[in-house]
C-alpha cells in the first residue's frame, strides 16, 4: 500500500507524463493540420491515438512501476484513453469547427477535460489495486 508521498509521486509522475504528450502531441496535430492540410477532425484523431500507445508504456514503467506491459492493462488503458479521446476530441472540433475558436486554445481546453476523465479511469480503474482482505 502507498503512503501519501508515494501517491503525491505517483500522480506527479502520471501528470508530467501526460503533460509532456500533450505537447508531443500539439506538435503532431500542427504537422498534420497546418503542414499536410488534413481536415482538423481526422488530424485530431490520429494524433491522439499515436499518444495512446506511447503514453501506456510510460505510464505503465514509470509511474505504476510494472516491469513489462501486460495485456489486460493495455485493454483496459485503451478503453480509458477512448473515452478520454472521446472527451477531447468533441471539445476540441466543437470549440474550433462550431465555435470558431483557434485550435491551439481548443486543444488547450480539450486536453485538460481529457486529463481530468483520464485522471480518474486511470487511478480508480486501469491501475487500482486490487482490495486487501
Known sequence: MLNAVGRYRRLARWFLIGATAALLELALLRVLYEFLDWPLPDATAIAAEVLILGKFITTDRLVF????????RLVRYHGAS???LLVYWLVINGLAEF?????????????????????????LWVWAQPARS
Do not use: Q
Not at 512501476?65 to 489486460?72: C, I, K, L, Y
Open 65 to 72: 512501476g510494472h516491469a513489462s506491459p501486460a495485456v489486460n
Open 82 to 84: 477512448a473515452g478520454a
Open 99 to 123: 465555435r470558431g475558436v483557434p485550435y491551439v486554445a481548443a486543444f488547450i481546453l480539450g486536453t485538460a477535460a481529457a486529463f481530468l476523465w483520464s485522471l480518474v479511469t486511470n487511478f
